[in-house]
């Protein structure tokens, strides 16, 4: 895989995506493009570039009291949260604070808050953070969750994005498929690569990925 890796880079320092040609498999289809984005999510450098890049989406008209962190983005929700209120960004809580969550995920893959978390979420604005957004699937399910919950959604937000919207909500990313035009994601049972014979490298998903 390392032959394939390279980077797609950004006029902002620190940001940027690195991508791995080939033939890849998640929960929910087949890509063609692994984009690996640990070192954002893991170095404060990286992720606060990527907020410094997304918060521009939200300073003026958005109101933003939680920030939903998926695929574990806690770092850049921390980064992004911080440039928020450093910008005197409104918010409803009486704190004048923004709380940054991660939920839980039952065995179905279902979305679930404690009670502990709820009055994080109920009556709150939520902004979704993920790191990457393809399918929508896993955006789509925050959506519901927020909704169930009592929530309202403020936002969808992602280091990299396929989609300009999900469940009627704009996606804002740092990057998008206009970046990485060749990018393609496929129903597992409708993958052209798979019909070309060629095998399935590594299983991924946003904890990394694994060789086969």
């Given at each position: ?6 980077k ?20 929910h ?12 999510k893991t170095?404060?450098?990286e992720?606060k570039a990527?907020?410094?890049e ?9 109101i ?12 850049i929700g ?5 440039k928020?209120?450093e910008?005197g960004?409104?918010?409803?809580n009486a704190h004048?604070?923004i709380y ?10 279902q ?9 994080m ?6 902004l ?10 896993t955006a789509?399910?925050a959506?519901e ?10 936002g969808?937000a ?17 990057f ?6 060749e ?10 690569i798979c ?6 490298e590594?299983?991924?998903?946003s ?6």
């Open positions: 895989m390392e032959n394939n890796t390279f797609i880079g950004s006029k902002r320092q620190n940001l940027f995506l690195r991508l791995t040609k080939g033939h890849f498999a998640t929960s289809s087949h890509i063609n493009y692994y984009i690996d984005v640990t070192t954002q170095r404060l450098s992720a990527v907020a410094e997304l918060v521009s989406y939200y300073q003026s008209s958005t933003v009291d939680t920030i939903l962190c998926l695929d574990g983005t806690e770092v921390a980064c992004l949260a911080n928020l209120t910008e960004f409104a918010n409803l004048q604070t940054v969550v991660t939920p839980e995920h039952t065995s179905g893959s979305i679930i808050f404690r009670d502990n978390l709820l009055p979420i109920r009556g709150k604005n939520v979704i953070l993920e790191a990457s957004i393809t399918t929508g699937y789509k399910a959506v969750a927020i909704k169930y919950y009592g929530g309202n959604v403020s969808i992602a280091l990299f994005t396929c989609l300009d919207s999900c469940e009627g909500y704009p996606v804002r990313a740092a998008e498929l206009k970046d990485i035009p990018y393609a994601s496929y129903p597992s049972h409708e993958c052209p019909k070309e014979g060629k095998r399935i590594a299983l991924v998903n904890f990394g990925y694994s060789k086969l």
